[in-house]
């Protein structure tokens, strides 16, 4: 008789996610870090493009579970005739018993808007595909109103016609440019992704609109071939799409393991935002105000005070203060604290630099006082900060 071996059967997993797109190729790794960790997976992957029907194999295959981007009716249809688990990852229909994994697109947009706010904007828009369309870019367009609806600001929305026939950039670009054109200026504009992005700074060129002086704008999805292809560079937000592909795996082994769902959809919080050129701009006809936020981002981590902000304009604290809170809604002293605050969560969250060197770098004179700002500021503690960024973005394990 030979031996039991108490290694678990491993599982054969379908990969049907299309490989032409950088989202999706993340997607791909965060799986794939998964199986390196557990080793309990044969995946089954050929090269596909998302518009791909169900592949000739998978009628005749013989797995577990599956994970794909549903693209259409035909895909969800050849999924639930096989009768295994699966996870969704693109959320583009509803199927009934098909769980989905992706962005939280709430988050996506506050970040967005807390990005405009802090550079000074006042007006908002929004750039989408046509109503229905696409549950996530609908779902972004709602998230995107609501976010702005809150501060009282003024919001402007666009979805953008699908051309029946014939150039579809050239006729989308042009109905944006009439758009642009009749705005409010200066505008913060919100693309429902990294594509739109660029058709929207395409159109600002076509209308002469000034990046990002006039129209600052920014996409969602990150895609580095994108952001670097525009003029001027696009800033965008990054969705953590490895943590996406590293969640639904946990979540498709769950669903073998025969645990049942908890919920339909899973959302996972985005990374943060990428700031660009698209959005590199203090949005104030004052001068004054321009000048002193430019010399804080600057120089804040060099251990500025106030009184070196007034003597860089050349105004009393008295004749500057007023002006600046009246624009940004917050003093001289709490926009430094704000970007020195940002300059620490991007070491917490891409270095293993301790609190000492980090209240250095960021020009906090002694650790305990950055301990004390940063969780009054947070509600939470550094250490968590750090160790809440890792879980979330997947680096932690």
């Known amino acids: 008789m030979s031996p039991r071996s108490d290694k678990p059967r491993q599982r054969r997993v379908a990969l049907l996610i299309e490989s032409s797109r950088a989202y999706a190729r993340e997607v791909i790794r965060g799986i794939a870090h998964h199986n390196r960790k557990h080793q309990n997976w044969l995946l089954e992957f050929t090269p596909r493009g998302l518009e791909d029907p169900p592949p000739a194999w998978l009628k005749s295959w013989h797995g577990d579970g599956i994970l794909a981007r549903v693209n ?8 639930r005739r096989k009768g295994l688990p699966v996870v969704d990852l693109r959320r583009l229909i509803a199927v009934q018993g098909i769980p989905w994994v992706g962005p939280d697109d709430a988050d996506a947009c506050r970040l967005v808007w807390e990005h405009f706010r802090d550079r000074g904007f006042t007006r908002f828009a929004f750039v989408g595909e046509p109503a229905g369309v696409h549950r996530a870019m609908d779902a972004r367009a709602d998230h995107f109103g609501e976010v702005v609806g809150r501060s009282g600001a003024s919001y402007f929305e666009i979805r953008l016609d699908v051309p029946a026939a014939g ?7 042009r109905q944006l440019r009439r758009w642009l054109g009749k705005l409010p200026l200066p505008i913060a504009v919100m693309a429902c992704n ?25 996409g969602v999805g990150n895609d580095e071939c994108l952001c670097d292809l525009s003029l001027p560079q696009l800033t965008s937000v990054h969705l953590n799409p490895q943590r996406i592909g590293y969640e639904a795996a946990a ?3 769950r669903m073998m393991d025969g645990e049942p769902l ?7 919080a985005p990374q943060g935002i990428v700031s660009r050129m698209s959005t590199d701009v203090v949005a104030t006809e004052d001068p004054l105000v321009a000048e002193a936020i430019g010399f804080i981002r600057s120089h804040a981590c060099d251990g500025i005070d106030v009184g070196a902000v007034c003597r860089h304009v050349c105004r009393s ?5 007023p002006r600046f809170k009246q624009i940004l809604g917050r003093t001289v002293h709490n926009e430094i604290q704000r970007v020195r605050l940002s300059r620490v969560r991007d070491l917490l969250a891409t270095t293993d630099m301790p609190i000492k060197q ?14 004390r700002v940063f969780r009054q500021t947070t509600g939470t503690t550094l250490k968590d900060y750090r160790v809440e960024y890792r879980l979330r973005s997947g680096k932690g394990g």
Do not use: H, N
């Not at 259409?72 to 999924?79: C, I, K, V």
């Not at 992005?197 to 920014?218: I, K, N, Q």
């Not at 604290?317 to 203060?321: F, P, V, Y």
């Open 317 to 321: 604290r008295g004749a500057l203060e």
């Open 262 to 268: 908890e919920q339909q959809e899973y959302l996972i």
């Open 167 to 173: 150039d579809r950039w050239d006729k989308q670009c």
């Open 72 to 79: 259409d009716r035909r895909m969800a249809s050849a999924l």
């Open 358 to 371: 980090i209240a250095r770098e960021t020009g906090f004179r002694y650790a305990e006082y950055l301990m």
């Open 251 to 253: 979540l498709l082994d």
């Open 194 to 218: 990294d594509d739109m992005g660029l058709r929207v700074l395409d159109a600002c060129r076509r209308a002469s609109l000034r990046v990002p002086d006039e129209v600052a704008v920014a």
